[in-house]
């Protein structure tokens, strides 16, 4: 499977942003989809996911309430809806997806297939 991170950019504090994470070579059938990101100087964290099959959707608590994860089934495709964006949001973010179990979720070496990455950028 492929994955293809899209949508990042630069935008102001307060806005919404969309990002996509389209899969190819495969489907993303009963694996976990997870978006990640990564700022400057700072470890990889989990922002959320679900499982693609259906259940209950994760976040990390600094995005609760903000940021929403949801799918296109027919486009194959995750998105990452940001509302409300902070400067402290700014990073690359990631598209993952495997098969963690849901205690290691949070945990990026829990995850086979890597988008590249799309860069989102917050100003105040």
């Known amino acids: 499977v492929q994955l293809q991170a899209s949508g990042g950019g630069l935008v102001q504090a307060g806005d919404s942003l969309r990002l996509s994470c389209a899969a190819s070579g495969g489907t993303f059938g009963t694996y976990f989809v997870a978006w990640f990101r990564q700022a400057p100087g700072k470890e990889r964290e989990f922002v959320g996911g679900f499982r693609w099959s259906g259940g209950t959707t994760y976040y990390a608590d600094s995005v609760k309430g903000r940021f929403v994860i949801s799918k296109d089934r027919a486009k194959n495709t995750v998105y990452l809806e940001m509302n409300g964006l902070k400067p402290e949001d700014t990073a690359v973010y990631y598209c993952?997806?495997?098969?963690?179990?849901?205690?290691?979720?949070?945990?990026?070496?829990?995850?086979?297939?890597w988008g590249q990455g799309t860069l989102v950028t917050v100003f105040s």
């Open positions: 993952a997806t495997g098969r963690p179990i849901i205690s290691a979720i949070r945990g990026s070496t829990a995850y086979y297939y």
